[in-house]
T-cell receptor
Framework: KAGVTQTPRYLIKTRGQQVTLSCSPISGHRSVSWYQQTPGQGLQFLFEYFSETQRNKGNFPGRFSGRQFSNSRSEMNVSTLELGDSALYLC???????????FGPGTRLLVL | AQKVTQAQTEISVVEKEDVTLDCVYETRDTTYYLFWYKQPPSGELVFLIRRNSFDEQNEISGRYSWNFQKSTSSFNFTITASQVVDSAVYFCALSEQGSNYKLTFGKGTLLTVNP
């Protein structure tokens, strides 16, 4: 069974731009969670989607948003990029409520 | 609030040594899950093990073993006869009942195994 895939793997943007990252979960997994990883803050939860609905959100500004499609694929969007948004963005999928989260390879975003 | 502490920031060992990575957690919930993930330089978090709060049995998988002790709120991970391929950052994580969508991670321990 294919794992979680994320595209693109690497991205360079400039301040003020916006960016969209994509995540395809493992087949049959309906929940997708997003995390931001930075050297200073470590791994932090961004939000979770289930059946096309955002169910939970971490402590991030409104510039961070996302959505989920009917095939469970998810996108996250960051508008008005700041230098501090440079990070590894990881998505994880799971099959059900008490199931393990499996992570994708991440998207490395560099904001110049 | 839940919290995970990995006090060891970096560990360096020589191949074939045994190494233990410490993890201490805080939670008010009686039902929770603990995890270990491995992050090689490529960046992907690789799932290693999951334990629920009702299962204190220790687990062994090949060269890996885990010691879960509720009395000390610890979930330690031991690698026996370490190998160079074990070099990675290891994360301990916690999720509470009712919030399984969200993992709270420790800061990670960078393990370097030298030949």
């Amino acid at each position: 069974k294919a794992g979680v895939t994320q595209t693109p793997r690497y991205l360079i943007k400039t301040r003020g731009q916006q960016v969209t990252l994509s995540c395809s979960p493992i087949s049959g997994h309906r929940s997708v969670s997003w995390y931001q990883q930075t050297p200073g803050q470590g791994l932090q939860f961004l939000f979770e989607y289930f059946s096309e609905t955002q169910r939970n959100k971490g402590n991030f500004p409104g510039r961070f948003s996302g959505r989920q499609f009917s095939n469970s694929r998810s996108e996250m969007n960051v508008s008005t990029l700041e230098l501090g948004d440079s990070a590894l963005y990881l998505c994880a999928s799971r099959r059900g409520e008490r199931e393990t989260q499996y992570f994708g390879p991440g998207t490395r975003l560099l904001v110049l | 609030a839940q919290k995970v502490t990995q006090a060891q920031t970096e560990i360096s060992v020589v191949e074939k040594e045994d190494v233990t990575l410490d993890c201490v957690y805080e939670t008010r919930d009686t039902t929770y899950y603990l995890f270990w993930y491995k992050q090689p330089p490529s960046g992907e978090l690789v799932f290693l093990i999951r334990r629920n709060s009702f299962d204190e049995q220790n687990e062994i998988s090949g060269r890996y073993s885990w010691n879960f002790q509720k009395s000390t709120s610890s979930f330690n991970f031991t690698i026996t006869a370490s190998q160079v391929v074990d070099s990675a950052v290891y994360f301990c994580a916690l999720s509470e009942q009712g919030s399984n969508y969200k993992l709270t991670f420790g800061k990670g321990t960078l393990l370097t195994v030298n030949p």
